[in-house]
């Protein structure tokens, strides 16, 4: 299937950046949406941006202003550019992707990353 794998997680300081990474490989015909989630310890996972491959984007309300996200099409990458960091953003980051899969059959996908940690603390 479709296999997402994250990359760029880290410890930052408050007000630090970071950018993640997450490359989608497999038998993809085309990819609707990418986006990035994040589960703190005890807390539910939620939506924290998300982009489309017409280049429509979202992003949570917290995130708004600090966050980026990019795709490039062609690599099936999707970016999170994460600038103004704060300790609230700590958890782990997910890479979701959904879209169609196998040229001749087209079936529908939604997958998963492993995650990256991202720690904000000083």
């Known amino acids: 299937q479709v296999q997402l794998v994250e990359s760029g997680g880290g410890l930052v300081q408050p007000g630090g950046s970071l950018r993640l990474s997450c490359a989608a490989s497999?038998?993809?015909?085309?990819?609707?949406?990418m986006g990035w989630y994040r589960q703190a310890p005890g807390k539910q996972r939620e939506l924290v941006a998300a982009?489309?491959?017409?280049?429509?984007?979202n992003y949570a309300d917290p995130v708004k202003g600090r966050f980026t996200i990019s795709r490039d099409i062609p690599k099936n990458t999707v970016y999170l550019q994460m600038n103004s960091l704060k300790p609230e953003d700590t958890a782990v980051y997910y890479c979701?992707?959904?879209?169609?899969?196998?040229?001749?059959?087209?079936?529908?996908?939604?997958?998963w990353g492993q995650g990256t940690q991202v720690t904000v603390s000083s």
């Open positions: 982009i489309t491959s017409g280049g429509s984007t």
């Open positions: 497999g038998s993809i015909f085309s990819i609707d949406v």
């Open positions: 979701h992707a959904e879209g169609f899969k196998d040229r001749a059959l087209l079936y529908p996908f939604g997958s």
